[in-house]
């Protein structure tokens, strides 16, 4: 099983930034997709961005150009560096992480963190 903790939440003023942090910790095999989701209030969690294992990035249209996504595979952490933050960007940002538990297992299970809270103020 993996247990994923998220750190770097915060408050910040718009076009400030924050970094996101996810260790992924426990018993596992490997870790393949790292993801970063949010849900703001009244909306639906979204996929923010997401880094393959080989390191190959994904990100949703809003983000493009100041979020960047990053992994260090040896620490089992994945990173939300968010620059030029703007109010729309306030939500709960969940880490997410695709993790096979051993070797026999063909696919791999989905585990969320806690959440952290991001607040942009204007």
């Known amino acids: 099983q993996v247990q994923l903790v998220e750190s770097g939440g915060g408050l910040v003023q718009a076009g400030g930034s924050l970094r996101l942090l996810c260790t992924a910790s426990?018993?596992?095999?490997?870790?393949?997709?790292m993801s970063w989701y949010r849900q703001a209030p009244g909306k639906q969690r979204e996929l923010v961005a997401d880094i393959a294992s080989d390191g190959n990035t994904a990100y949703t249209d809003s983000v493009k150009g100041r979020f960047t996504i990053s992994r260090d595979n040896a620490k089992n952490t994945v990173y939300l560096q968010m620059n030029s933050l703007k109010p729309d960007d306030t939500a709960i940002y969940y880490c997410?992480?695709?993790?096979?538990?051993?070797?026999?297992?063909?696919?791999?299970?989905?585990?969320w963190g806690q959440g952290t809270q991001v607040t942009v103020s204007s």
């Open positions: 426990g018993s596992f095999f490997s870790i393949n997709t």
């Open positions: 997410n992480a695709v993790a096979r538990e051993s070797s026999w297992e063909a696919y791999g299970y989905d585990y």
